[in-house]
């Protein structure tokens, strides 16, 4: 798309605790359903499943990518209807300013979450931004051939913040890293998208991160932080509210103006 100007022709976002705040009760809800498949399917005991989960995260990027790499035969579809199918989607409103927001960018917007792909549509509707996307890049993308395999290590799972699965990201999105602005909560995320080239920005923390090139509070701060997203060239009409208010005001100064003053 042409957004002369602008320093960027593509915005990717991650989803859960990127696009709606942490302290929501998502994360947590599904911290416990984690720690629930752990010990109800796979017969870890009660008070180990906390750390283990920990350490399945740390190390290989998710419970279930941990479990297959260990050997446990995990049907990918059932591990997210288990841990996704049951979080308490209610406890997500609908974003108006948020929707405002993303309209008004008139870039490419990509959805690229480790989620699966009915988690992340549930999530969209919610939020009242299921239209605003372009593309969803999710777990099965990442994945396409995880359920034809034979044995749970035949295929790894393949995750954000893995180069794998952020070059198979950057295929499907069929984007130019260096012209593209990619947004995710989890510093190990942004520092692999700073390795791919990418140009990147965490969100929801106090403080920048190093591979981290802007930092946001929330995302609805986007357009403060990163105004160049909204820099078009002389002869592209503005879709940007805050250009087209700019250029209101500027209209009603001129307007009121005594010509010749
Ligand atoms: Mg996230």
Known sequence: MDCCGS?????????????????LGIAEA???????????????????ASTLRVELFKTYGSSLAGLRALGYDIDADDYHSFVHGRLPY???KPDGQLRNLLCSIPQRKIIFTNSDRVHAIKVLKRLGLEDCFDQ???????????????????FPVLLKPSMDAMKIALQAANVDPRRTLFLDDNARNVAAGK???????????????KEADYVLENVNKLAQAIPEIWVIGEDNASTAPSINRIRSELDSILATTPVGA
């Open 136 to 154: 969803i890049i999710c777990f099965e993308t990442m994945n396409p051939n995880l359920s034809k395999s034979m044995r749970p290590d035949e």
């Open 195 to 209: 390795a791919m080239g990418l140009q990147t920005v965490l969100v929801g923390k106090p403080m920048k991160s």
């Open 30 to 48: 599904l911290r416990k359903n984690i720690d629930d498949f752990l010990v109800e399917k796979c017969g870890f005991a009660e008070n180990k």
């Open 7 to 23: 320093p960027f022709d593509c915005l990717i976002f991650d989803l859960d605790d990127t696009l709606y705040s942490s302290k």
């Open 90 to 92: 209610d406890l997500i």
